[in-house]
């Protein structure tokens, strides 16, 4: 194996932000004390996060030089955890990858062992990615439902529905019968219709002041989007219904009042997949595998290479992308 690979290295300087493709040295990563993995990866996935780390719009990366990428996929080559040998396929998703630790837009990343999930049996690595964390955090918010006593037949409102949280969310909801509404700020709704949304509103009909309480429209929610967004949800959903939360896109305010909770008995469960335990990963992940078919993988995913990312963030951040971008790494 050579000691030197290509990654996207992220940099500050008097001018500002530069991102370039560049020869990065094996030992420049960080190695770790307790059970040190190093895996070849073969895909990462350009998230909103990472947009707002490469274009300066928002404090996600802690220090520089740096190379980003919040999730990663690929085949172990070295380990020093007894759960991973050499050449088994993994991924990593939260845990301070691309924000505080080196991340996935590179063809090598370096973590402890017990940030990795294995592949479940059957699942190839660039379905893995275009998964990844958008998948398990929808999932995640599904079981939350579920645990809160939301069934299928019931009518789910999705948020940020055309994003990666937000897709994933109708697909799984379509898959185990539920009834998905989406909400979009795209005008062609024909994507999240062809993902299973039975009905689409835009998003102007949540963005305004919320009253502290509406007519009841929705039985639950999954809202990747926060702020008056979510104070809106609230205010509108059912007797006893929930709303999953997992997003801060419109702001970490909620300018909610009690009643909701109170008169209406509404519950608010908040969703990070980022720190959840492995064993939880493994399930969902198991359960993923199970339930997203590989058409709806193919028509949410945009594939690009290393040496694109800079202009595909700007263009996620233009709000001009949906679904997933996958990044290959061996172009």
């Known amino acids: 194996m050579n000691d030197s690979f290509q990654a996207l ?7 500002g932000l530069h991102s370039t493709v560049t020869d990065v040295k094996l030992d420049a990563l960080p190695k770790e004390e307790d059970g040190n993995v190093l895996v070849e990866v073969h895909y990462s996935a350009l998230n909103y996060k990472d947009a707002l780390g490469l274009t300066g719009s928002g404090k996600i990366v802690s220090h520089y030089p740096f190379i980003p990428g919040c999730e990663f996929v690929g085949k172990v080559t070295e380990s020093d955890h007894l759960d991973f040998k050499p050449g088994d396929e993994v991924i990593a998703t939260g845990f301070g990858i691309g924000e505080r630790h080196f991340g996935g837009f590179s063809q090598f990343a370096q973590v402890p062992g017990n940030w990795l999930v294995k592949l479940p049996k059957g699942m190839n690595m660039r379905d893995a990615i275009t998964i ?22 019931q009518e789910v409102l999705v948020t940020g529905a055309s994003g990666g949280v937000g897709s994933f969310s109708i697909a799984l909801l379509h898959k185990l019968g539920y009834h998905a509404i ?8 024909s994507y999240l219709t062809d993902l299973g949304a039975e009905q689409t509103i835009p998003r102007s009909e949540l963005e305004g002041s919320p009253r502290p309480l509406a007519r009841q429209r929705f039985d639950a929610a ?7 967004t979510l104070a809106n949800i609230l205010s509108q959903i ?60 193919n028509q949410m995913v945009h594939e690009i290479p290393l040496y694109d990312v800079p202009r595909q963030a700007e263009a996620m951040m233009r709000g001009e992308l949906s679904g997933r971008t996958v990044v290959r790494m061996n172009d």
């Open 9 to 15: 290295v992220l940099d500050k300087k008097n001018d």
């Open 132 to 153: 990844g964390t958008p998948g398990l955090t929808a999932m995640f918010a599904i079981e939350a439902l579920e645990h809160e006593g939301v069934h299928p037949g």
């Open 182 to 189: 989406a909400s979009t700020g795209k005008t062609d709704s």
């Open 222 to 228: 999954i809202d990747s989007i926060g702020g008056n």
């Open 238 to 297: 059912r007797y006893e219904g929930t709303v999953a939360a997992c997003g801060l896109v419109g702001g970490h305010e909620l300018p909610a009042t009690v009643y909701p909770f109170i008169l209406r008995g509404v519950r608010l469960v908040g969703i990070d997949s980022v720190m959840q335990p492995i064993a939880r990963r493994v399930t969902a992940w198991e359960r993923l595998h199970e339930l997203i078919e590989p058409h709806v993988l």
